[in-house]
C-alpha cells in the first residue's frame, strides 16, 4: 500500500506491506536506527516516537496507520550539532547507562515537557511511565528531564539536584 | 516480530466498514491496535482481513446528547481520560481510562476497542458497568443497543457478532461514580490486580440507586449485585460499606495467578469495594 509520511520534516512516500511495522519502516526503510526495538510487545517503550506529537509505540503500530501523519524521531530532536535541552539533560544528569531505553526516553520527555514546562516529580515519573529503564533505577532520569525542564524554560539548571522523594 | 500476513482496508464511510466486515471470512476490526497487533504478532489471531476505522470521519467524537454522553469508536483512550464531560458525567470511566496501560497505550489505543475487546482486567469495561452505559452495535442488518450488564459474555467474548462494529457508548448523566484499583506495578499503573468501579445516585439523600462493578478478579468484569443492594436505601454508613464489600465476590470463581492468590485476590476486592465506596460519599 502506497503511504506518505513526514518524518523529523522530511517527507517519504512508498510502498509498504500492510504488516510492516512503524518502528521497522523507520529503522529499516528510512534508516534511522535510532528508534529501538526492546520487549516488541508494547510494554518496554524503547521504540517511542511521537506521531502527530503524541508519543505511542511504533512496535506495535503499523506502518499503514500512520499514512498521512507527522513523526518525530530521536534523530530529529537536536539541532543540527546542538542538542535539543532534553539530550542535554541526559548527558549532564547521566540519565542513562546502556542506553537502550533512552531514544524512547527522550521522545516521551519531549512530549512531556512540551505539553508542561515545569513539571513536578510526580508528574515526570508519570510521563515515562511507558518507559522501561533496567539499568538506571529513574532516579537520574528524573533529574535529566528536571534539568531539561529548567533549561527549556530559560532558567540556569542545576547539577547533581536530589529529586525530592516527597513532592 | 511481524504479524502474518493479511489484506487491509481503510474505509472512509461506515457503511463502507460494515460491508466489508459482513462479506469477509474472518475479519478484525482495527480501531488503536493496543490488543489486536500484539495478538497477531503473538499469532494468537490471524484475521485474514483487517479493517482499519480510523479513516471514518465523526467516530472521534464526544457529544453530549442532553440525557447522555456518547462516546465515539476511535475516541483514545487519553482523549477519554481528559475530557471534560466524562470527568463531570462519567467519572468513573474519566478515571479508568486515566489509569489504563500507561501513556503511549492510551495515546493510540480507543475506549471503544478495550471494550469490545472485553479482557477480563480491562478498566474501561467495570466502568461503563457501573455506569449502566448501553453499547450501540451496527452491522447492515442495522442498529442494536446492548445494556452494558449483556455485553460482557465472557473472558475476551462480548455480545458483538462478527458483522457488528461497536460504533459508539451511551453513557446516561446522572449519580456520582468512581474508580479504585490496585495495578500491577502498584498505584495505579499497568492491569489491575483487581479493582471497582462504583457509581451511586444521592439526589433524594440516602442511597436510592447503586452498581459495584469489578475487574480482573473473575473470568470478567462484572456487576456485584449483592453489594449494591446493601448501600440501597441507607445513608452509607460505615456498617453499610462494610456489608457491600463483604457481598464483592458473591456468585464469581476468584482468579488466581502470579500476581495473587483466590484469598488475597478476593480481600483485595472486597479492599477496593470499601475504599471506593467510601471515596464516593465522604
Known sequence: ?167 | MYPPKFDYLSPTTLDEALSALSGAENAKILSGGMSLIPLMKLRLVRPATVIDISRIPGLDSIEDRGSHIEIGAMVRTSDTAGNALVREHATALAEAAGSTADLQVRNQGTTCGSIAHADLAADQPAAVLALGATMVAESTRGTREIAAADFFVDTLTSALEPDEILTRIKIPKGGRSVYRKLGRRGGDSDYPIAAAAVWVDTTVGDISEARIALTGVSSKPYLALDAAASVVGTDGSAEAIAAAASHATDGVVVLEDLYGTVDYRKQLAETYVRRALEDLLA
Open chain 1, 1 to 167: 500500500m502506497q503511504v506518505h509520511i513526514t518524518v523529523n520534516g522530511i517527507d517519504h512516500g512508498g510502498d509498504v506491506e500492510p504488516r510492516r511495522l512503524l518502528v521497522h519502516y523507520l529503522r529499516e526503510d528510512l534508516d534511522l536506527t535510532g528508534t529501538h526495538v526492546g520487549c516488541d510487545t508494547g510494554y518496554c517503550g524503547a521504540c517511542t516516537v511521537l506521531v502527530d506529537g503524541r508519543p505511542i509505540k511504533s512496535c506495535t503500530m503499523l506502518t499503514v496507520q500512520a499514512d498521512g501523519s507527522k513523526i518525530r524521531t530521536v534523530e530529529g530532536v537536536a539541532d543540527g550539532n546542538q542538542l535539543h535541552p532534553v539530550q542535554e539533560g541526559f548527558w549532564e544528569c547521566h540519565g542513562l547507562q546502556c542506553g537502550f531505553c533512552t531514544p524512547g526516553m527522550i521522545m516521551s520527555s519531549v512530549a512531556l515537557l512540551e505539553s508542561n514546562s515545569d513539571p513536578t516529580e510526580a508528574e515526570i515519573r508519570h510521563g515515562i511511565e511507558g518507559n522501561l529503564c533496567r539499568c538506571t533505577g529513574y532516579h537520574n532520569i528524573v533529574r535529566s528531564v528536571q534539568y531539561a525542564g529548567a533549561k527549556m524554560r530559560g532558567e540556569t539548571p542545576a547539577l547533581g539536584v536530589t529529586a525530592e522523594a516527597s513532592s
